[in-house]
Nanobody, 127 residues
């Protein structure tokens, strides 16, 4: 069983930055890590994901150029650096891990592609 714990959320002003962390523990049988967010009344949205085998990274258009996903293999931790934050980025952010390889990169943005989920961390951006 794999456990994921997010941290790093908080309240910031528009234009500021935050770095979220996703620490993995247990049986590390995953092939990709994704970051998702869900705002009140909206569906869960895929923001970014990383393929474990080669470290390839992918970003949704809404965050491209502002967010960066990275990892520290020694710490079994994946990060999401969020710069130039906007009020529209306000949401609960979740990290998730996939167990089955998907070859269509768009599947990396779908919650249904992931098996393990963290508890979420709140990010609030004030204008």
């Amino acid at each position: 069983q794999l456990q994921l714990v997010e941290s790093g959320g908080g309240l910031v002003q528009s234009g500021e930055s935050l770095r979220l962390s996703c620490a993995a523990s247990g049986i590390l049988d995953y092939v990709a890590i994704g970051w998702f967010r869900q705002a009140p009344g909206k569906e869960r949205e895929g923001v970014s994901w990383m393929r474990r085998s080669d470290g390839s990274t992918f970003y949704a258009d809404s965050v491209k150029g502002r967010f960066t996903i990275s990892r520290d293999n020694a710490k079994n931790t994946v990060y999401l650096q969020m710069n130039s934050l906007k009020p529209d980025d306000t949401a609960v952010y979740y990290c998730a891990a996939a167990r089955i390889t998907f070859y269509n990169f768009n599947r990396g943005y779908r919650p249904s592609s992931y098996y393990y989920w963290g508890q979420g961390t709140q990010v609030t951006v004030s204008s």
